[in-house]
């Protein structure tokens, strides 16, 4: 069980914005500062879209954005598009030697 | 352009070992934190070790500290990571990805394709 909860799924129509939440729900993540968010297709290798919480890095479309309050991150993406299915991973610093943390990921359909 | 290749992932039996090896190109490669990344089939991501650039500071996951060694040699551009007493729940795509230049984990970019490691008898 991860320390980071994350909604299995979450689906919403084209041109929709949905939002994904990344909680932590361990008190062992004693970071949680530098959240990030990674977008996976099937298949394929993890990309970094948001980083340090609510930054895009070059190349990533605008339609991302991210944002944290308290224990809670969330990742929104705006104008929904097809190409935009796929599975969701926030990550976080633990503050502690073993560093990192990922959540267990959400599945994003398209409807 | 920033690449990374995994290679090194095979079948192996139950406490064995293998090695994993990641070259990267397009960057200065010491300078940046490196890190494996694995993923069960059909299962979500879980960190499993990083390595600081000049490779004086290393982190483990619980699960693997003990039986996983990280490592890296800048003179080649590769990055390591030694697999030993492998165990079933071991079986997974791992994936290295590039850090930044500290240790805190401000987000992996990019990841390399993936190497599968397949532990079963």
């Known amino acids: 069980q991860s320390a980071l909860t994350q909604p299995a799924s979450v689906s919403g129509s084209p041109g929709q914005s949905i939002t994904i939440s990344c909680t932590k729900t361990s008190s062992d993540v004693t970071g949680y500062n530098y959240v990030s968010w990674y977008q996976q297709h099937p298949g394929k290798a993890p990309k970094l879209i948001i980083y340090d919480v609510s930054n895009r890095p070059s190349g990533v479309s605008n339609r991302f954005s991210g944002s944290k309050s308290g224990n809670t991150a969330s990742l929104t993406i705006s104008g929904l598009q097809a190409d935009d299915e796929a599975d969701y991973y926030c990550?976080?610093?633990?503050?502690?030697?073993?560093?990192?943390?990922f959540g267990i990921g959400t599945k994003v359909t398209v409807l | 352009e920033v690449q990374l290749v995994e290679s090194g992932g095979n079948l192996v039996q139950p406490g064995g070992s293998l090695r994993l090896s990641c070259v990267v190109s397009g960057f200065n490669f010491n300078n940046y934190v490196m890190n494996w990344v694995r993923q069960a089939p059909g299962k979500g991501l879980e960190w499993v070790s990083a390595i600081s650039g000049s490779g004086g500071s290393i982190y483990y996951a619980d699960s693997v500290r003990g039986r996983f060694t990280i490592s890296r040699d800048n003179s080649k551009n590769t990055l390591y990571l030694q697999m030993n007493s492998l165990r079933a729940d071991d079986t997974a795509v791992y994936y290295c990805a590039k850090g930044g230049i500290a240790v805190a984990p401000r987000g992996f970019d990019p990841w390399g394709q993936g190497t599968l490691v397949t532990v079963s008898s």
């Open positions: 990550s976080s610093d633990t503050g502690s030697s073993t560093l990192c943390v």
